[in-house]
């Protein structure tokens, strides 16, 4: 998709022309086809303009992604992504398994799973899997969330913790995230208040917690990784293994 920072692409895309028109094409996956005909009414879901058998032609958007943009973009994608998961489970897809199966030492990510694992599932909602700065698009004023073939059902929250908890890893830069870390609370308030304002029985409490919980599986993802292909002394995975730590004070201290 146009996942474009600054003047670098970040994978790359398939920019075709028609009736002098661009547009990103990209072959869609059956359960984003249906996501694309159930969701009608999120303006903020990049929908394919074409659509012929799975292959897809997206509206190419010239401004890119938001990342290292401004806040109020960032605040705009919590806000419409709690209003996806207020939805529901509006699609039948399989629901994910919390599960490491990898031993990780000197790191708890068995009791982070036990924790995911306690949610009750009558909780979990449709969710985007990778929502990470870089699907999303600014358009204008507005943003549009792209690349949905990750989607998933599980707990709401796992969607913010991956985006605030996401380590900018293209030309990493490991001294400060992708976004100004300083948002980070408010961010999260911002999509604790949007989820309590479309039900009134959300609990606030519980949902930041969630949000925790939603960080540290995010970062077990790399250092589950590291350990496997045996790379525990670089930098990107002890950035990872510190960032899981604070995150789980935080948590423990909720």
Not at 162 to 186: A, C, I, K, M, Q
Not at 238 to 250: G, Q, S
């Amino acid at each position: 998709m146009a996942l474009i920072v600054g003047d670098q692409n970040y994978e790359k895309i398939d920019l075709v022309e028609i009736e002098g028109k661009k547009y990103i094409k990209k072959e869609v996956s059956e359960k984003e086809k249906d996501l694309y005909e159930s969701s009608k009414e999120f303006e903020f879901i990049l929908k394919p303009e074409k659509l012929v058998g799975n292959v897809a032609f997206f509206e190419y958007l010239s401004e890119g992604n938001i990342l290292n943009k401004d806040k109020k973009y960032f605040a705009k994608a919590v806000e419409e992504i709690a209003k996806f998961h207020n939805k529901g489970r509006f699609l039948k897809l399989e629901q994910t398994n919390y599960e490491i199966k990898t031993e990780i030492p000197h790191v708890e990510a068995s009791w982070v799973t036990e924790q995911i694992n306690k949610i009750d599932d009558r909780k979990f909602c449709l969710c985007h899997g990778d929502l990470i700065a870089l699907n999303i698009l600014k358009d204008g004023d507005d943003v549009k969330i792209i690349d949905w073939e990750n989607m998933e059902i599980g707990f709401a929250e796992s969607d913010i913790g991956r985006l605030l908890g996401d380590l900018y890893y293209v030309n990493p830069s490991f001294d400060h995230r992708y976004y100004n870390f300083t948002w980070h609370n408010e961010l999260i308030e911002i999509y604790l208040a949007k989820r309590r304002e479309l039900n009134n029985l959300y609990d606030i409490d519980e949902g930041r917690k969630r949000i925790y919980l939603g960080e540290l599986w995010n970062y077990l993802g790399p250092i589950e990784m590291g350990v496997k292909n045996k790379q525990t002394e670089t930098e990107w995975f002890r950035k990872n293994v510190e960032a899981f730590e604070i995150t789980l004070k935080k948590y423990r201290n909720t």
